[in-house]
């Protein structure tokens, strides 16, 4: 595995590995202005602050502070092209073909097409895409890097039908129950991060056991998208998002769901780490990390009035 070991201390040193965490943040910040400047078309909203960049940075850096900064470029770059493409579907879609044109254009891209004139979310992609072409293992794993990618976008594509088409005639509902909505938690695209960084990152131990960490992943994934939607529900109401306390009658079930999750997705990780200790430490830091930063602060910045 790439990066110096990670041993745990207390006291001074611990403040002292923070602070080095933290640089590993600010470097990633650094790197993201530059992507932000190439890209001004994509990260011209509000929303897209300083703040944002700082969070999406800080958050790469404390899931996996044994890497140095230019080992979680692909990954930290990845985290913000995914907060592009929410953007561009929750809030700059109109239509369902809006939606659909980002996800033929995207998938072209995966595929290896030149991004179209004027989609900028389909050119960072292809920026993203051709750095991981450097990586020996993209070869080997692209079409499970495809596979997420297909995986997200199909995942925020079907919430942007529940938030806006019509109520079907044959269930009188439009809105998902909660087993449904968890179903579709591609759409938080942990999982679409998480096989960047291990392809970016990850030894031949890693890569071999890809199949078992994506499993794994995508039951962090459900958990991190109920500590978002607690986190957030003032915010998904304000700005029409769909949140998993829409979905129930009581609050208490969500966060009977979160328990039932979090203890099940533990095991599950407890397990994982008897073979590929660094990756479960990993998703181990993605749970630990989301609920410590949800508790003071979100990813948004302000929205347009």
């Given amino acids: 595995m790439t990066g110096a070991s990670w041993p745990v201390r207390t006291g001074p040193d611990a403040v002292a ?17 530059d992507v932000t400047a190439a890209h001004p078309e994509l990260f011209d909203a509000a929303p897209f602050d300083p703040a944002l960049l700082s969070s999406v940075a800080t958050a790469i850096a404390f899931t996996a502070p044994w890497h140095t900064a ?18 561009q579907v929750d809030y700059l879609a109109r239509s369902a073909d809006d939606v659909r044109q ?3 254009d995207c998938l072209a891209v995966a595929d290896g097409a030149a991004p179209p004139p004027g989609r900028h979310l389909a050119r960072l992609l292809a920026d993203l895409r051709d750095a991981l072409a450097e990586v020996p293992a993209f070869a080997r794993y692209r079409p499970i890097w495809r596979e997420e990618l297909a995986r997200m976008l199909a995942a925020v594509s079907r919430e942007w039908d529940w938030k806006n088409l019509p109520t079907d005639p044959s269930t009188g509902r439009r809105l998902p129950d909660l087993d449904r909505y968890l179903d579709n938690a591609d759409n938080l695209a942990c999982s679409f991060v998480n096989v960047t960084h291990w392809i970016a990152t990850g030894d031949e131990k890693t890569l071999a056991q890809l199949t078992d960490l994506l499993d794994a992943g995508r039951g962090v994934q459900r958990v991190l998208r109920l500590v978002n939607d607690l986190a957030t529900h003032g915010r998904d109401d304000e700005w029409g998002d769909l949140n998993a306390l829409q979905l129930v009658t009581a609050p208490e079930q969500v966060h009977a769901r979160l328990t039932e999750l979090t203890s099940r997705s533990r095991g599950d990780l407890a397990a994982l780490a008897e073979r590929c200790p660094r990756q479960a430490d990993y998703l181990h830091r993605q749970i630990s990390f989301t609920g410590g930063f949800y508790q003071l602060s979100d990813f948004w910045g302000a929205r347009d009035e």
Wanted: hydrophobic share 55%; charged share 25%.
């Fill in 102 to 104: 980002v996800v033929t």
């Fill in 70 to 87: 230019a080992e979680l470029r692909i990954t930290t770059r990845t985290l913000l092209w995914v907060f592009a493409a929410d953007w």
């Fill in 17 to 33: 590995e923070q602070g080095r965490v933290c640089a590993l943040a600010v470097r990633g910040v650094r790197d993201l202005q």
